[in-house]
């Protein structure tokens, strides 16, 4: 009897040391749930205490404070999301994986409250330990780009290319033109022309390149090589012909050559009808051949391809021979379509839909690049 006793004994002990653990954990665990409720009911200050004091470098815990730090990032906390990844890569237990992504994290953190510095040598940590490759590399660029540093970006784009064969073509070839750009507005065109052939060998169809070759040629009086570059948007994407019909007629005015311009503008009305294509026809038609040739040939384009802007060019021209009630009768209307022009976007991204009136080659909106274009009515 005494001996069963004395046997029971430690059993009981470890019986009571083993519910009052699982007794403690399932507090812990109530704790942590208390945590997220607190969150969950907008008390974000005291969730965060919980969930970093009671950080155990599991998996399932990694994954919560990877969830939670996202949270305050996204509801602007970032000084909150910080602390949390930082607590949390500082876990001697983490795995590699667990570890990067913390980390990856973190440099959305920085880059959130534009750190850019730190999120730069968090971001280089993960380049050079191989770990979240495309993202790190992406996010870098991103950097760079806020920064100005293009030639950072464009090496980094690269090192991207290099590691994951994704193409980063387009974006490297409007680097080098936004360092083309810096050099020509400083008076280097030599050194400007120079990044701009660059872009073009890595980007054959960048419109920018051609554009911006085709200013920086006219403003230095080198017309001839302006219209060259102006004329080859039309192979590259005839959607922005409407950027170089006005320079590229006056380069042709300048060189005295308006035989030129017109023969370039009947190709182009055989080959793609772009209205600033027909209303600089319809221009030229006006003084060489009169207000009713100028007239007839809008309103057959007019017929075929509708536009606000195309019946105000009609308007303008049936106004010179207007006499009397009805001259101020179309008067009155020309105002009212001008300014109805005047407040209708130009340009619009087919990817977020971002709409503006001036030509921007990176969207403001979704900040990818090649993704605004002329509207065309």
């Not at 005291?46 to 998996?59: G, H, M, T, V």
């Not at 760079?144 to 970006?153: G, M, N, V």
């Not at 080198?222 to 590259?236: L, N, R």
Request: charged share 25%.
């Amino acid at each position: 009897m005494w001996e069963l006793l004395f046997l029971l004994l430690p059993i009981a002990a470890f019986s009571g040391w083993f519910f009052g653990r699982r007794r403690l954990t399932a507090n812990r665990g109530i704790e942590k749930l208390l945590g997220l409720s607190d969150f969950l009911s907008r008390r974000p200050e005291k969730s965060a205490e919980a969930f970093i004091e009671w950080l155990d470098a599991n998996q399932e815990s990694v994954e919560t404070h990877l969830t939670l730090g996202n949270l305050f990032r996204r509801r602007g906390e970032v000084d909150k999301a910080i602390s949390i990844h930082q607590n949390l890569i500082t876990k001697s237990s983490l795995t590699q994986e667990q570890r990067a992504l913390s980390l990856l994290e973190l440099s959305r953190d920085y880059m959130r409250a534009g750190v850019l510095d730190r999120a730069e040598n968090v971001l280089k940590e993960l380049v050079n330990k191989g770990l979240e490759l495309e993202t790190s590399f992406l996010h870098l660029i991103d950097i760079y780009q806020q920064s100005k540093e293009w030639l950072r970006a464009i090496e980094t784009a690269e090192k991207l290319e290099q590691a994951t064969h994704r193409d980063m073509s387009r974006h490297i070839a409007h680097f080098y033109c936004e360092l083309a750009e810096q050099l020509w507005l400083k008076g280097e065109r030599e050194a400007a022309d120079t990044y701009l052939k660059r872009a073009l060998e890595v980007n054959p169809k960048c419109v920018r390149v051609s554009i911006l070759t085709g200013d920086i040629a006219a403003n230095a009086g080198d017309y001839k090589v302006a219209i060259k570059a102006y004329q080859q948007v039309q192979k590259q994407d005839q959607a922005f012909l409407s950027e170089i019909v006005v320079p590229l007629a006056r380069c042709y005015e300048s060189l005295g050559n308006p035989e030129g311009l017109v023969k370039y503008l009947t190709h182009c009305l055989e080959t793609s009808p772009n209205l600033s294509v027909v209303l600089a026809f319809s221009d030229w038609l006006y003084k060489t051949h009169g207000e009713e040739e100028a007239v007839k040939f809008v309103v057959e384009h007019l017929q075929v391809h509708p536009s606000i802007r195309g019946l105000s060019r009609l308007m303008q021209f049936t106004l010179a021979r207007a006499e009397g009630a009805i001259r101020e009768d179309l008067t009155i209307l020309q105002e009212l379509m001008d300014k109805v022009v005047a407040h209708k976007p130009l340009y619009r991204c087919q990817a977020c839909g971002y709409s503006g009136r001036t030509l921007q080659w990176q969207c403001p909106g979704c900040k990818r690049w090649d993704v605004i274009q002329p509207i065309h009515e």
